[in-house]
DNA sequence: AAGATGTATTGACGTTTGTCAATATAGTGT
DNA sequence: ACACTATATTGACAAACGTCAATACATCTT
């Protein structure tokens, strides 16, 4: 009545050794893996970073030349900051400037803390 | 002496539009780019949470059997997320257990909120 | 109207990634 | 020794990704 030995065999082969969900199973957190995507390559995490630093907005030319890229790329990397809303941007004249998101990016920090703080809470000591 | 007009030309053609970098370019933060492209895909970012939300570690089989997905997958992306260090194992019989490296996860979490207070700290207000 | 400039989009190309089927490895029980 | 089981590894393949060159678009200047 301690080991592990719940393996189900189904006629004559196996179906699964385990029962399926130990606790419950985390919401897929559907969001939070397009943040993680976003942030997930060098140029754009440090882009990140760069508006992070920053209190005025950054236009484009000013962040690409930071970076060994081409002008499309950094747009590229740009628009999918955009699409993951972790950057907000706004025209101004010929130049368009970009800033973060900070709500996005404290739902992406809030997440992960939120994570950390599962399974460590004081439980029952008796 | 006030709009961006620093544009720089070189022997007649456009150099570069606006000064390279800002205030400063925060560290390339290596280890982060990995830990966020572990926890950008869906699968391993549940993972993760599962653990999270664990006291006990996790056999792969019941891992597995949250997922629609083969055993070699899951393996192949338990891999990825030991290889981020994202989480521990240890082998008992012929079970392999899985644990929450929390150590690593408060790194990322560490990261993202360091990023928020970067500029929002009480500035000057004269 | 015409040229120049900052940024976005398109299309192409090589690399990386997620998945599976097949196989290998290691431990258990008979 | 042999069958069985849990997990890892390998190889293959399609899809997604990062990058660039070329082009389009929008705005400013003259």
Redesign the pocket.
């Known amino acids: 009545m301690s080991e592990k030995q719940n393996?189900i065999?189904v006629e004559g082969?196996?179906q699964g050794?385990?029962d399926p969900a130990p606790g419950r199973i985390p919401e897929a957190a559907d969001e939070q893996v397009r943040l993680m995507?976003a942030m997930?390559?060098p140029?754009?995490l440090q882009i990140v970073a760069m508006l992070a630093g920053q209190d005025e907005p950054l236009?484009?030319?000013e962040i690409?030349a930071n970076f060994?890229?081409?002008?499309?790329?950094?747009?590229?990397?740009?628009?999918?900051l955009r699409e993951a809303r972790l950057v907000t941007?706004e025209?101004r004249?010929?130049?368009?400037y970009y800033s973060l998101d900070r709500t996005t990016l404290e739902r992406a920090a809030g997440y992960l803390s939120k994570l950390l703080s599962l399974s460590n809470s004081p439980v029952a000591i008796g």
Not at 68 to 80: F, W, Y
């Open positions: 393996r065999k082969y196996v050794c385990c995507g997930s390559d140029t754009r236009c484009v030319c690409q060994q890229l081409g002008q499309p790329t950094i747009s590229h990397h740009l628009k999918v941007w025209k004249g010929l130049w368009v």
